[in-house]
């Protein structure tokens, strides 16, 4: 007790720092604090997020090494080829390749038109023509008639091509033989598509 009575004054004292202290920490706010007042020393280290701080505060790093170049992607849908003649080839019994074009694998849709003259003094000619994929010897489309001394004979189809290959304009004499024809002007046309729907 001796303890108490000669030391209660600065028993006293104590608890009113200590309490005074807490009530000072609890009622200090940002209005209490002066501009600038807090430094960065004063602010703990990764208690602050970005979000907390000022746009342009934090500086971006530099950019990092270029990725690697990304696989070629698929060729468009659409290419086209066209080849024209304006020669003059007489046709016989045997089919005479009036234009080729070479193209790669793909769907393609086909126009061809062959211009036809008839030389002989017979009233008619007689000619036929094909636009042929020549690697499955199949006819994409058939055109045949008769005419005076001249005609335009037009073809149409469509043809898919499972590896690269060639697409022929072709015509021949389909008379008795008596005839003179042949094709003066010719073009053949392919336009690749994405896919031939039925």
């Not at 303890?3 to 940002?30: D, E, K």
């Amino acid at each position: 007790m001796t303890f108490l009575r000669t030391n209660a004054l600065a028993l006293v004292a104590l608890f009113v720092a200590l309490g005074g202290t807490s009530y000072a920490a609890a009622q200090i706010g940002s209005a209490q604090i002066k501009d600038g007042a807090v430094k960065g020393r004063d602010v703990k280290d990764g208690s602050l997020s970005a979000k907390e701080l000022k746009p342009g505060t934090l500086l971006a790093g530099p950019a990092g090494p270029a990725g690697a170049a990304g696989p070629a992607g698929a060729p468009g849908p659409s290419d086209a080829w066209v080849r024209t003649s304006s020669e003059t080839d007489a046709l016989g019994p045997d089919d005479v390749t009036i234009l080729a074009v070479d193209v790669p694998a793909g769907a393609y849709l086909v126009n061809a038109t062959v211009r036809l003259r008839n030389a002989s003094d017979a009233e008619e000619g007689f000619a036929a023509c094909t636009v042929e994929n020549v690697a499955a010897e199949t006819g994409l489309d058939y055109g045949a008639g008769s005419w005076d001394k001249r005609r335009m004979l037009p073809l149409a189809g469509a043809v898919e091509l499972a590896e690269p290959g060639t697409v022929e304009l072709e015509c021949r004499e389909s008379g008795d033989g008596s005839e003179m024809v042949s094709a003066t002007a010719a073009t053949l046309t392919l336009l690749r598509v994405g896919t031939l729907h039925d």
